[in-house]
């Protein structure tokens, strides 16, 4: 066996061969498209670090939402923003928050759309941090405490995922219990569950005003998102939320990561999504903007690679995007 018996160019001499044994598909099934919302009426604000993207409100994420679906997209991924933050982001729970109304509005004009909400403190505390700060640490425990009211708040206006976002210990257990005992048991939880401190949450965190505070005395996110360096760690946090009662577990962000999101599918059964993050979107964007590279097949190249290496999910910016080409 070998050349010339075995040319392996016969079976990419069309597009319609090379269709014919293509072993990874883009669908526009397992794609989630991230928004952002604000309190207000009428919004629909360009966000400057993210190209093609907006700030709504809940009246106009509502229609946002309902082109999301039209184009096939059966999920998405809400991002709030409080009118004033404070020491504890108690925003986040407020029941006349901006992601909370947003909730009931999707939900009425689209009730088939899948909606799943980031769970998480930094866009409404003070500092700017995930968690709450005591002693100028992290209070971890405390912080899970309040997660979950979060999620309740999530669940109580309508939400079907939520997805903690902090990294903190224990909160998908403490989430999971909250929504046992209040009569939620059929809303999912999709982890972060290994979630890295990453320069590619740049644009995202200008986005959300969510970056955290220096004067804090703690001036990243190390002390709770993972270390880059580690993948044993990071198939330990999913073994952990797996037990903790999540449903789907997310590797964030993708591209730096495809050994972690090819490790986790070898290991574990259970449902992966993948978030191509804000900074791997601009990456592309900057990119083919600056005329370096095509957008569309560069696009298509990364999230190939993520459906490749594993994910079932991928949360990604370019959704709409990818939709409309598949949809062509
Ligand atoms: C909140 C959160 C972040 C992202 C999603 N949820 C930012 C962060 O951890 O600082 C990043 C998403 C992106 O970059 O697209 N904790």
């Given amino acids: 066996m070998g050349f010339p018996d075995n040319r392996l160019r016969r079976l990419r001499k069309s597009e319609s061969m090379r269709r014919l044994v293509r072993e990874t598909t883009l669908s526009v099934d397992n794609l989630v498209f991230p928004l952002f919302v604000r309190n207000g009426k009428g919004l629909k604000e360009p966000i400057r670090t993210l190209a093609g993207c907006f700030h709504f409100s809940s009246d106009t994420v509502a229609k946002e939402a309902q082109e999301t679906a039209k184009l096939g997209i059966p999920a998405v991924l809400l991002f709030g923003q409080p009118t004033k933050k404070d020491k504890t982001g108690s925003e986040a729970w407020s029941e006349n928050g901006a992601v909370q109304l ?133 198939l330990a946090e999913i073994a952990l939320d ?32 993948a978030y191509n993050v804000s900074g791997e979107y601009m990456m592309v964007h900057a990119s083919a903007a600056a005329g370096h590279i095509d957008l569309d097949a560069a696009m298509t190249a990364v999230l190939t690679s993520i459906k490749r290496a594993g994910a079932d999910i991928i949360i990604t910016y370019f959704a709409k995007e990818l939709a409309k080409k598949l949809n062509d």
């Fill in 102 to 234: 947003a909730i009931k509005q999707i939900k009425e004009a689209v009730p088939e759309m899948i909606v799943i909400t980031d769970v998480c403190l930094c866009a409404y505390t003070d500092t700017g941090h995930c968690g709450l700060i005591k002693n100028g640490k992290i209070d971890n425990d405390a912080t899970c405490e309040l997660l979950a009211k979060v999620a309740l708040s999530h669940a109580q206006a309508g939400a079907d995922i939520v997805a903690p976002s902090d990294m903190m210990d224990g909160r998908v257990g403490a989430i999971r219990q909250c929504l046992e005992k209040n009569g939620f048991p059929d809303v999912a939880i999709m982890s972060y569950a290994a979630k890295f401190a990453s320069a590619f949450y740049g644009p995202f965190r200008d986005a959300a005003e969510s970056s955290p505070d220096v004067t804090t005395g703690l001036a990243d996110r190390r002390s709770y998102q993972m270390d880059p360096a580690n993948a044993r760690e990071a």
């Fill in 242 to 273: 797996i037990e903790e009662g999540a449903d789907i577990m997310m590797i964030k962000p993708a591209l730096p990561y495809l050994d972690i999101i090819y490790r986790a599918r070898q290991r574990f059964d259970c449902p992966i999504a």
